[in-house]
């Protein structure tokens, strides 16, 4: 499975952005999909995660109520919606697949992006 993810960029805080990530390689129904992010100096951290047919979604209480993660599986894509955007929030954000439902667990995902850089000014 390779992933690309993109729409990273610059933005201020109380703004916001939509990350893509598309998919290939394999039925993209059957994969989980996730968010993770790592800040400067920090450990890889949950984002959020979507199930095979975007039915469930799990956040980590950090975005609970500010990202929203989806999917269209005809475009093989998974998307994050980041409002509300906080300085805390700058990371590189990285597209997961993997076959756990609700899993906030890295190692349990298979397959990563190459990650894309979010950076919220104040």
Request: charged residues 20%.
């Amino acid at each position: 499975v390779q992933l690309q993810a993109s729409g990273g960029g610059l933005v201020q805080a109380g703004g916001s952005l939509r990350l893509s990530c598309a998919a290939s390689g394999r039925t993209f129904s059957s994969l989980i999909m996730g968010w993770f992010r790592r800040a400067p100096g920090k450990e890889r951290e949950f984002v959020a995660t979507i199930s095979w047919y975007g039915d469930s979604t799990y956040y980590s209480d950090s975005v609970k109520g500010r990202f929203t993660i989806s999917r269209d599986n005809a475009k093989n894509t998974v998307y994050l919606e980041m409002k509300r955007l906080k300085p805390e929030d700058t990371a590189v954000y990285y597209c997961a697949a993997g076959t756990t439902l609700h899993s906030s667990n890295y190692r349990l995902y298979d397959y990563w992006g190459q990650g894309t850089q979010v950076t919220v000014s104040s």
